[in-house]
T-cell receptor
Framework: DAKTTQPPSMDCAEGRAANLPCNHS???????VYWYRQIHSQGPQYIIH???NNETNEMASLIITEDRKSSTLILPHATLRDTAVYYC??????????????FGQGTILTVHP | DGGITQSPKYLFRKEGQNVTLSCEQN?????MYWYRQDPGQGLRLIYY???????QKGDIAEGYSVSREKKESFPLTVTSAQKNPTAFYLC????????????FGPGTRLTVL
C-alpha cells in the first residue's frame, strides 16, 4: 500500500480556508486518495475522495496534483467544529485488500476564534 | 436511524479475562472492520470481513478473534493472549462498490486493570 506523509499539526483562524497537504509519492495508478477526520473520542468521518481529478462536495475540496504524488484538502471556511485530526489515506485498488484503509497519524487541525 | 452501534461505550476488565465487544449495523453493508486506536496514534486494522462467514486478519490480529455469523453483526473478542488490550476500539462497515466509504461506530474504550 502507498504511504502518506502529513504534517503533524496545523492552525487556522475561524472563517479562513484551511489547506491540509498530503504527500503520497508512491501511489499507483489505480489507488484512490481518501480523506477522513476524527473529532476527539469519536469514530472517523468520511470527507472526500478522488482518483485524478479535483473533487468538491458540501464539506471540502480535494486538489490532486497532475503527477498524483500529492494532494491538498481544502476546508473553505473553517469553523471551530472543524478542529479534528485529519487523515489522508490511499486505498488499494483491488484484490483481497479492497476496501482496507491504512490510517497514519494524521494532521491535528486546530481552528482558533 | 441507520448506523453502527457499539456497546458498551466504556468497559473495564481484569487482566487475564476474555472480553467480547459488540458491533451491530443496520446499513445492509457487506463489509465490516475492527480497528484499534492507542492514545495519539492512528487507527490500526485488527480484522475485517467482506462477507458473512468469512474474515481476514488485519495488521494486528494476534490476541484477537472475530466471527461473522450474521451480516449485521461482527463481534470482537479480546483474549487473554493480547498483551496490551487497553485501547479505544472502533468498528466500521462499508458497501462493496460506490465510493467505499467506511461508516464508523462511536467506539468502545476498553481498560484492563
Amino acid at each position: 500500500d502507498a504511504k502518506t506523509t502529513q504534517p503533524p499539526s496545523m492552525d487556522c483562524a475561524e472563517g479562513r480556508a484551511a489547506n491540509l497537504p498530503c504527500n503520497h509519492s508512491t501511489i499507483s495508478g489505480n489507488e484512490y486518495v481518501y480523506w477522513y477526520r476524527q473529532i476527539h473520542s469519536q469514530g472517523p468521518q468520511y470527507i472526500i475522495h478522488g482518483l485524478k481529478n479535483n473533487e468538491t462536495n458540501e464539506m471540502a475540496s480535494l486538489i490532486i496534483t497532475e503527477d498524483r504524488k500529492s494532494s491538498t484538502l481544502i476546508l473553505p471556511h473553517a469553523t471551530l467544529r472543524d478542529t479534528a485530526v485529519y487523515y489522508c489515506i490511499v486505498r488499494p485498488g483491488g484484490g483481497t485488500s479492497y476496501g482496507k484503509l491504512t490510517f497514519g497519524q494524521g494532521t491535528i487541525l486546530t481552528v482558533h476564534p | 436511524d441507520g448506523g453502527i452501534t457499539q456497546s458498551p461505550k466504556y468497559l473495564f476488565r481484569k487482566e487475564g479475562q476474555n472480553v467480547t465487544l459488540s458491533c451491530e449495523q443496520n446499513l445492509n453493508h457487506d463489509a465490516m472492520y475492527w480497528y484499534r486506536q492507542d492514545p495519539g496514534q492512528g487507527l490500526r486494522l485488527i480484522y475485517y470481513s467482506q462477507i458473512v462467514n468469512d474474515f481476514q486478519k488485519g495488521d494486528i490480529a494476534e490476541g484477537y478473534s472475530v466471527s461473522r455469523e450474521k451480516k449485521e453483526s461482527f463481534p470482537l473478542t479480546v483474549t487473554s493472549a493480547q498483551k496490551n488490550p487497553t485501547a479505544f476500539y472502533l468498528c466500521a462497515s462499508s458497501n462493496q462498490g460506490g465510493r467505499y466509504e467506511q461508516f464508523f461506530g462511536p467506539g468502545t474504550r476498553l481498560t484492563v486493570l
